[in-house]
T-cell receptor
Framework: DTAVSQTPKYLVTQMGNDKSIKCEQN?????MYWYKQDSKKFLKIMFS???????INETVPNRFSPKSPDKAHLNLHINSLELGDSAVYFC?????????FGPGTRLTVT | EDKVVQSPLSLVVHEGDTVTLNCSYE??????LLWYKQEKKAPTFLFML????IEKKSGRLSSILDKKELFSILNITATQTGDSAIYLC????????????FGQGTRLTINP
């Protein structure tokens, strides 16, 4: 009965490739997020969707495109991957201010 | 620019010691302050604070918020090796949805 799940957990790919990370939450929350955690463990918000509508879009390269097919899912597609995209990407969902995080996807770009 | 600063960045203590972790912030539309514990994977929620001066407590952990001085502390008493983790402070801003601005974290190591 995982609350927020992400796939894949690990992703190793070469520069220039396009990849997607999927996120699903079964908590019935209206709001979902994508965060990036760099090698220094600094967590930074990328996007937020509320009921399938984009609400927060931080300064993120256009190569990153979120998609929310329904309010339980928020996927992240990354085009033309670069070395600097290597990080752990966390999905989260929230209701009433408290955010619940998924297990993370460790992306390594070689 | 919104900012959340945690101190110390790293702390090593012995089992049984008491520790205090600090978080100061400057954000425009403050809504709440949250503490998370991150071990190997996802951050797990500890506390959410919205009002000044009201201590939240869960077992050996407690936290309090000062909205006038713009800081919060997280106390852990009688520390155990299982408390070793990165502790993250985040401030929630209201921007349509709640946006969390995270500090850089405090890496706490408890030695037996």
């Amino acid at each position: 009965d995982t609350a927020v799940s992400q796939t894949p957990k690990y992703l190793v790919t070469q520069m220039g490739n396009d990849k997607s990370i999927k996120c699903e939450q079964n908590l019935g929350h209206d709001t979902m997020y994508w965060y990036k955690q760099d090698s220094k463990k600094f967590l930074k918000i990328m996007f937020s969707y509320n009921n399938k509508e984009l609400i927060i879009n931080e300064t993120v390269p256009n190569r990153f495109s979120p998609k929310s097919p329904d309010k339980a899912h928020l996927n992240l597609h990354i085009n033309s991957l670069e070395l600097g995209d290597s990080a752990v990407y966390f999905c989260a969902s929230s209701q009433a201010g408290q955010q619940y995080f998924g297990p993370g996807t460790r992306l390594t770009v070689t | 620019e919104d900012k959340v600063v945690q101190s110390p960045l790293s702390l090593v203590v012995h089992e049984g010691d008491t520790v205090t972790l600090n978080c100061s912030y400057e954000v425009t539309n403050f809504r709440s302050l949250l503490w998370y514990k991150q071990e190997k994977k996802a951050p797990t929620f500890l506390f959410m604070l919205t009002s000044s001066g009201i201590e939240k407590k869960s077992g050996r952990l407690s936290s309090i918020l000062d909205k006038k001085e713009l800081f919060s502390i997280l106390n852990i008493t009688a520390t155990q090796t299982g408390d070793s983790a990165i502790y993250l402070c985040a401030v929630g801003e209201l921007q349509g949805a709640q946006k969390l601005v995270f500090g850089q974290g405090t890496r706490l190591t408890i030695n037996p």
